[in-house]
């Protein structure tokens, strides 16, 4: 046989087999990436009392009577991840949004903004923020973004993951959860929801609180 054909065949031969070990190496890591998330998952949906999906890499439940939710997601300003915990807490009302931004150049702290259609908002939540996410961030140095959508009736927290593998743990997955919690009563008064003052979520059954007379 021309050397020159044994040469391609064998160069052949050893792109195949190289494009085989590649393949079976990516399913190897794909599974050990899937196995990882889901042992990083699972306490959370102990805590919810509910499931993990890994395809959604993300956790459904139910928390103090609120339908809550812990997402792996892609950040909306950039290449990373984030993970969201959100709970179901509707309020009606306007959007809003306040956001944590890193300042790239020397060592302040990152610039917060609040947005929302409605400029009366934010000085309606009357919120303390930093000495309320004491429990689950340093407030003058982590980012985050935190927000309302009436249309889901969502209230969501989001923090950017530094690895893949950065999944908060049941503990804080719990804080986080109170967190939103406590921020539903605080966001229904601001909003002028009539049940304002009810301190718990709502179940599929039950019936929203009758609003005050007058309201």
């Given at each position: 046989?021309?050397?020159?054909?044994?040469?391609?065949?064998?160069?052949?031969?050893?792109?195949?087999?190289?494009?085989?070990?590649t393949a079976y190496?990516?399913?190897?890591?794909?599974?050990?990436?899937?196995?990882?998330?889901?042992?990083?998952?699972?306490?959370?949906?102990?805590?919810?009392?509910?499931?993990?999906?890994?395809?959604?890499?993300?956790?459904?439940?139910?928390?103090?009577?609120?339908?809550?939710?812990?997402?792996?997601?892609?950040?909306?300003?950039?290449?990373?991840?984030?993970?969201?915990?959100?709970?179901?807490?509707?309020?009606?009302?306007?959007?809003?949004?306040?956001?944590?931004?890193?300042?790239?150049?020397?060592?302040?702290?990152?610039?917060?903004?609040?947005?929302?259609?409605?400029?009366?908002?934010?000085?309606?939540?009357?919120?303390?923020?930093?000495?309320?996410?004491?429990?689950?961030?340093?407030?003058?140095?982590?980012?985050?973004?935190?927000?309302?959508?009436?249309?889901?009736?969502?209230?969501?927290?989001?923090?950017?993951?530094?690895?893949?593998?950065?999944?908060?743990?049941?503990?804080?997955?719990?804080?986080?959860?109170?967190?939103?919690?406590?921020?539903?009563?605080?966001?229904?008064?601001?909003?002028?929801?009539?049940?304002a003052d009810w301190?718990?979520?709502?179940?599929?059954?039950?019936?929203?609180?009758?609003?005050?007379?007058?309201?």
């Open positions: 046989m021309n050397p020159y054909i044994s040469f391609s065949i064998a160069m052949c031969l050893i792109v195949l087999l190289s494009l085989g070990v190496l990516a399913v190897m890591f794909n599974r050990r990436a899937k196995i990882d998330l889901g042992e990083a998952l699972a306490p959370l949906a102990e805590l919810a009392e509910g499931e993990v999906d890994l395809e959604e890499a993300a956790v459904q439940g139910r928390y103090a009577g609120h339908l809550v939710e812990g997402r792996v997601a892609r950040a909306g300003d950039g290449p990373g991840r984030v993970f969201q915990t959100s709970i179901v807490d509707a309020a009606g009302g306007t959007a809003w949004e306040r956001t944590s931004t890193a300042i790239k150049q020397g060592e302040e702290p990152p610039r917060v903004s609040f947005s929302s259609a409605d400029s009366n908002l934010e000085p309606a939540l009357a919120v303390v923020w930093d000495q309320m996410m004491e429990p689950v961030l340093q407030p003058g140095a982590d980012r985050y973004c935190v927000d309302y959508d009436p249309a889901s009736g969502r209230l969501r927290f989001q923090r950017p993951m530094r690895t893949r593998r950065d999944i908060p743990s049941q503990e804080a997955f719990r804080r986080q959860l109170d967190f939103l919690v406590a921020l539903g009563p605080i966001n229904r008064r601001a909003q002028g929801a009539p049940d301190t718990g979520g709502r179940r599929a059954g039950e019936a929203r609180p009758a609003a005050e007379p007058g309201s």
